[in-house]
Nanobody, 128 residues
Framework: QVQLVESGGGSVQAGDSLRLSCVAS????????????MGWFRQSPGKQREFVAA????????LVADSVKGRFTISRDNTQNTLYLQMTPLEPEDTAVYYC?????????????????WGQGTQVIVSS
């Protein structure tokens, strides 16, 4: 019902910045992506998927993982149906595939089982 397409990943040096984008669209008229809580998760090789950041339907309330607090900022533009993740400065430990997710409710959540829709992911590689 909801399609998510991420972009903005790449290969950078430690200390650099990247901004990830996630464009959301609904395939049914009964769903408005502007009413959905959304988040970012990431997964490194050999590790479990981990929470990065989440925002509620309006963008007025956010959750951020301790590991990225002060470096990553989540935001959304509901006029463009787009979710963002500003990452600066990046560290080698941030290397992972980053996934955009949306949930059926309006609130922000920091666990992956609360999310119903997932994007394909975008790769971020940070070299030291």
């Amino acid at each position: 019902q909801v399609q998510l397409v991420e972009s903005g990943g790449g290969s950078v040096q430690a200390g650099d910045s990247l901004r990830l984008s996630c464009v959301a669209s609904a395939s049914t008229r009964t769903v408005s992506v502007r009413n959905l809580g959304m988040g970012w998760f990431r997964q490194s090789p050999g590790k479990q998927r981990e929470f990065v950041a989440a925002t509620n339907w309006s963008g007025g309330r956010n959750l951020v993982a301790d590991s990225v607090k002060g470096r990553f900022t989540i935001s959304r533009d509901n006029t463009q149906n787009t979710l963002y993740l500003q990452m600066t400065p990046l560290e080698p430990e941030d290397t992972a595939v980053y996934y955009c997710a949306a949930r059926g409710g309006p609130q922000e959540k920091n666990v992956d089982y609360e999310y119903d829709f997932w994007g394909q992911g975008t790769q971020v590689i940070v070299s030291s």
